[in-house]
Nanobody, 114 residues
Framework: QVQLVESGGGLVQPGGSLKLSCAAS????????MGWFRQAPGKQRELVAH???????IYADSVKDRFTISRDNAKNMVYLQMNSLKAEDTAVYYC????????WGQGTQVTVSS
């Protein structure tokens, strides 16, 4: 089993930055890749960014060049650096891990508003 705990969400003004963190615990050696999804009110959950064990990355077009995903395997952590935030980035952000099963964190709220 894998447990995921997110942190770093909050309220930020447009153009600002936030860094989300996700700590993985449990059967961490079973994790193949990790990433972030988000869900805004009235919308479906969507992929934001993902990073594989070979450090290959994928980003949603809407966040490419603004967000950066990274991993620290020694600390069992994955991060999402979010820059130039826009109001449309407002959502609950969920950490995600792919092992034998798929695992999800509890979510952290990111609100971009002036």
């Amino acid at each position: 089993q894998v447990q995921l705990v997110e942190s770093g969400g909050g309220l930020v003004q447009p153009g600002g930055s936030l860094k989300l963190s996700c700590a993985a615990s449990g059967s961490i050696f079973s994790i193949n890749s990790m990433g972030w999804f988000r869900q805004a009110p009235g919308k479906q959950r969507e992929l934001v960014a993902h990073i594989g064990n070979a450090d290959s990355t994928i980003y949603a077009d809407s966040v490419k060049d603004r967000f950066t995903i990274s991993r620290d395997n020694a600390k069992n952590m994955v991060y999402l650096q979010m820059n130039s935030l826009k109001a449309e980035d407002t959502a609950v952000y969920y950490c995600h891990a792919v092992a034998r099963l798929h695992y999800w964190g509890q979510g952290t709220q990111v609100t971009v508003s002036s």
